[in-house]
């Protein structure tokens, strides 16, 4: 089975833009979580997608958002972008209907903010 | 709330020393307990999970792990440290259920380094 898939590897913006990643969950895997990682902060929790819906939100300002579409991929979207957004962007995928609801990573996402 | 502490942010070892990483969780629930292990420019890959079956928890590249709920700790062990085991390490907590959906609370991680 193909792992975690996460579009593009490496993202250079501008602040005040806005960005869109990309992320395809493990096939048959239908929740999709996202974490921002940054040396300072961590791996946070920003959200958790299942079925097109938003199940779980971590504490995260509102410029951050996401979506999940049918085929379960989903992306996340940041506008107005700031330094401090600069991250690694983590997606993981899980098979809900297990009683362990291990995650699976992706590759994440660079974001640079400049 | 759920949360993890990570004992050691840098441990060192020698090359066939035992490696011993230390977590301790708070969960006011039964927890879901994890290992992670990442490599740099990779993501997070999954090295063994507690599920309440057993205390003691087998998982890849000789990695175990005990849960010891006096303690509320889950501490990662290998036997004889390999070069390739440098990399940061990850303890992580789930309650799997409830309002937690898809979020696992992690410790802020141990960078282990191997000498020769």
């Known amino acids: 089975k193909a792992g975690v898939t996460q579009t593009p590897r490496y993202l250079i913006k501008t602040r005040g833009q806005q960005v869109t990643l990309s992320c395809s969950p493990i096939?048959?895997?239908?929740?999709v979580s996202w974490y921002q990682q940054t040396p300072g902060q961590g791996l946070q929790f920003l959200f958790e997608?299942?079925?097109?819906?938003?199940?779980n939100k971590g504490n995260f300002p509102g410029r951050f958002s996401g979506r999940q579409f049918s085929n379960s991929r989903s992306e996340m979207n940041v506008s107005t972008l700031e330094l401090g957004d600069s991250a690694l962007y983590l997606c993981?995928?899980?098979?809900?209907?297990?009683?362990?609801?291990?995650?699976?990573f992706g590759p994440g996402t660079r974001l640079t903010v400049t | 709330a759920q949360s993890v502490t990570q004992l050691g942010s840098h441990v060192s070892v020698s090359e066939g020393a035992l490696v011993l990483l230390r977590c301790n969780y708070s969960?006011?629930?039964?927890?879901?307990l994890f290992w992670y292990v990442q490599y740099p420019n990779q993501g997070l890959q999954l090295l063994l999970k507690?599920?309440?079956?057993?205390?003691l928890v087998k998982g890849i590249n000789g990695f175990e792990a005990e849960f010891k709920k006096s303690e509320t700790s889950f501490h990662l062990t290998k036997p004889s440290a390999h070069m390739s085991d440098a990399a940061e390490y990850f303890c992580?907590?789930?309650?799997?259920?409830?309002?937690?959906?898809?979020?696992?609370?992690f410790g802020q991680g141990t960078i282990l380094t191997v000498h020769p």
């Open positions: 992580a907590v789930s309650d799997a259920g409830g309002t937690s959906y898809g979020k696992l609370t």
């Open positions: 096939s048959g895997h239908r929740s």
């Open positions: 969960s006011s629930v039964p927890p879901y």
């Open positions: 993981a995928s899980s098979h809900p209907g297990t009683s362990i609801y291990e995650q699976y």
């Open positions: 997608y299942f079925s097109e819906t938003q199940r």
């Open positions: 507690y599920t309440s079956a057993a205390t």
